[in-house]
């Protein structure tokens, strides 16, 4: 992703009846994601319409009411929303200030045709946890340099999707495995600057993405995107120290540019990449 990001288009209109329209879309380089989709509307109401996609829906400000299947939705802020694709539904503002919303749309590599039934069924979910995981995949899909991040996370949340739509199915819990949790640590390693998409690691190892991640997390306290932003950044600190700049730094241990190191730099150290080249570093 480019910026924020070379595709991205946005759209802020007024009519003269006061309706206040802005929308933000784009398309990032994370499997699975065919668009992302923020819009604050406060009186527009769209028509009955399909998508060939997945709608993984929240709203942040206000709520929407929508027909699915000809019967009547709402999305109040604890809920997660997935309308499958080729139903038709509509939508329209069911505060007084209309709502802001934040939307994906998922490919069937993600989520299968066999689940549209019990969306159709169920389409709003009650889920807190779910809801958080949804928020922060937005966040990192905002911020270019961090794909594995939101792939991991997508894969969190297509997993718990599934699980909700199909309860008899349920799930054992974590299951520990310490050997492939090694092995994708091994290939993390090996790949600390150039990096990898979970899929293409889920490949190597080999085993399912949702699994991979959690049998990582489960072994080691952290998760895949984690222990690599952490691994760059030990890196960096090394180089900063032996004094080269935070831009040459940013290009050789892999991060997408000055501001992404800066941001991961200042999580894990407390201070800016600037900051730590000149203090002395006595640490």
Do not use: C
């Not at 009519?15 to 398309?27: H, I, K, L, N």
């Not at 490919?107 to 928020?135: F, T, Y």
């Not at 040459?248 to 992404?260: E, I, N």
């Amino acid at each position: 992703m480019a910026g924020q990001h070379s595709d991205e288009r946005k759209d802020r209109r007024k009519d003269p009846r006061g309706d206040r329209r802005s929308v933000s879309a784009w398309r990032p380089r994370v499997p699975g994601v065919v668009e992302v989709f923020h819009a604050h509307y406060t009186e527009y109401a769209y028509p009955m319409h399909v998508h060939d996609a997945w709608t993984l829906l929240i709203v942040d400000d206000g709520a929407v009411r929508y027909d699915l299947d000809r019967h009547e939705h709402g999305t109040p802020h604890d809920t997660v929303s997935l309308l499958p694709p080729h139903v038709p539904h509509n939508g329209s503002p069911a505060t007084p200030d209309g709502f802001r919303k934040r939307v994906l749309y998922l490919d069937a590599s993600r989520l299968g045709d066999e689940l549209i039934g019990a969306a159709v069924d169920a389409p709003d979910v009650r889920d807190p946890v779910l809801r958080r995981r949804v928020g922060q995949l937005h966040a990192a899909l905002a911020l270019p340099g961090d794909e594995l991040e939101a792939e991991s996370r997508l894969t969190l949340i297509g997993d718990r999707l599934r699980t909700r739509l199909r309860p008899r199915e349920g799930t054992d819990g974590v299951r520990r495995d310490p050997v492939l949790a090694r092995r994708l640590r091994e290939l993390l390693d090996e790949r600390v600057v150039a990096g990898i998409a979970l899929e293409e690691a889920a490949t190597l190892v080999p085993a399912h993405p949702a699994h991979l991640v959690r049998a990582f997390s489960g072994a080691y306290g952290i998760a895949p995107h984690q222990y690599l932003m952490s691994r760059r950044v030990d890196r960096a600190r090394r180089l900063l120290l032996a004094g080269r700049s935070p831009a040459d730094v940013a290009g050789v241990t892999g991060f997408y540019d000055q501001a992404h190191l800066t941001r991961h730099f200042k999580r894990l150290v407390g201070v800016t990449p600037g900051r730590y080249r000149t203090s002395g570093a006595r640490s």
